[in-house]
């Protein structure tokens, strides 16, 4: 019988199927949250260095520690902290939704300008902002496990 631990004695953060365990995916996905709240908030300004820092930061950090443990599979690694960073990242836009809109909310436009209720306008733009959070993080997040799995190779 196979031990759910790949090799306690080296890294001790993967599991057979080649993922972080789940505390280390949470916590990478977590370092993300900082830039997405100050930004709501309007407290960084995105042409800052600290906003430069706070959005390649993470990804870097990411990166980084999957070079260090190597997992199996960095690409499913990284892709599952990518989600869980979408997640925070959709999460985090709701709660402080009404703080970062509170002078201009967003409207639809186009063909759909002015078709809908206030409240079902702002029921689809949410659900957009969630799908496009979560997208984002899953993309992010690949493209760092493609980064990981390119230099564990050529190694």
Do not use: K
């Not at 959005?55 to 260090?68: D, N, S």
């Not at 409207?107 to 689809?124: I, K, Q």
């Amino acid at each position: 019988m196979t031990s759910a631990i790949r090799n306690p004695c080296t890294s001790g953060v993967t599991t057979e199927r080649g993922a972080f365990r789940p505390a280390i995916t949470i916590g990478l996905a977590s370092l993300g949250v900082p830039r997405v709240v100050l930004h709501d908030l309007e407290i960084v300004d995105e042409s800052d260095v600290v906003n430069l820092l706070l959005v390649f930061g993470p990804m870097l950090v990411w990166v980084g520690f999957a070079l260090l443990t190597r997992p199996e599979n960095p690409l499913r690694a990284l892709t599952w902290v990518g989600l869980g960073y979408g997640v925070l990242l959709a999460a985090t836009h709701q709660l402080l939704w009404n703080r970062a809109f509170e002078d201009d909310p967003p409207r639809l436009g186009g063909n759909l300008e002015g078709d809908l209720s206030p409240g079902v306008e702002e029921l689809v733009l949410r659900f957009y902002a969630v799908a496009s959070s979560v997208a984002i993080g899953l993309a992010v997040g690949a493209v760092c496990g493609l980064v990981v799995r390119a230099v564990l190779r050529s190694r």
